[in-house]
T-cell receptor, first 114, second 113 residues
């Protein structure tokens, strides 16, 4: 069975600080997919990124960057120069190549204070 | 383009009543998912469909829950009879193909009194 671990339940930072959210995906599969979603206070779930396990290149999108390391099954998410609008719950999720079932982590509540 | 549309946004009803949640996926998406979110259990997949056919319903909690997808643009999740422990936010999501990003609706906040 797959398991997604987000070790940080809550993180609080001051605006403009960099922050990294951790995610570890446990699976027996050698090929799998990883995702990050954002859930702001308004409640909707917003897709941020999808990564497959055979692509270890880091990805950057504006202030967001993602680091995937297959050796440790970690898919960490960094927000550079955080802003108050980044305050949300962030979910990491993983899925196998067979089927579309996603397993979500418990989420990390990020609070960015002004 | 319109995203996933769910209705109603909020539902408050009494225990024992039938509840029907509705979802319109993004046009062209072949996969549709129903999730439930609670503080205790987080985000749980209840069931998903591919081309209107249920593929995996192992997350459906019990026989009181049923889901249908009569066509590519509409799905329902029914709870009958409802119980207070069914109170949660129910999300519908759709994706173009397997292992592609799932795009979520705004959710239905369900309260069973």
């Amino acid at each position: 069975a797959q398991k997604v671990t987000q070790a940080q339940t809550e993180i609080s930072v001051v605006e403009k600080e960099d922050v990294t959210l951790d995610c570890v995906y446990e699976t027996r599969d050698t090929t799998y997919y990883l995702f990050w979603y954002k859930q702001p206070p308004s409640g909707e779930l917003v897709f941020l990124i999808r990564r497959n396990s055979f692509d270890e290149q880091n990805e950057i999108s504006g202030r967001y960057s993602w680091n995937f390391q297959k050796s440790t099954s970690s898919f960490n998410f960094t927000i550079t120069a955080s802003q108050v609008v980044d305050s949300a719950v962030y979910f990491c999720a993983g899925g196998e190549t067979s089927g579309s079932r996603l397993t979500f982590g418990e989420g990390t509540q990020l609070t960015v204070n002004p | 383009d319109a995203g996933v549309i769910q209705s109603p946004r909020h539902e408050v009803t009494e225990m024992g009543q039938e509840v029907t949640l509705r979802c319109k996926p993004i046009s062209g998406h072949d996969y549709l998912f129903w999730y439930r979110q609670t503080m205790m259990r987080g985000l749980e997949l209840l069931i998903y469909f591919n081309n209107n056919v249920p593929i995996d319903d192992s997350g459906m909690p019990e026989d009181r829950f049923s889901a249908k997808m009569p066509n590519a643009s509409f799905s329902t999740l029914k709870i009958q009879p409802s119980e207070p422990r069914d109170s949660a936010v129910y999300f519908c999501a759709s994706s173009f193909w397997e292992n592609q990003p799932q795009h979520f609706g705004d959710g239905t906040r369900l309260s069973i009194l």
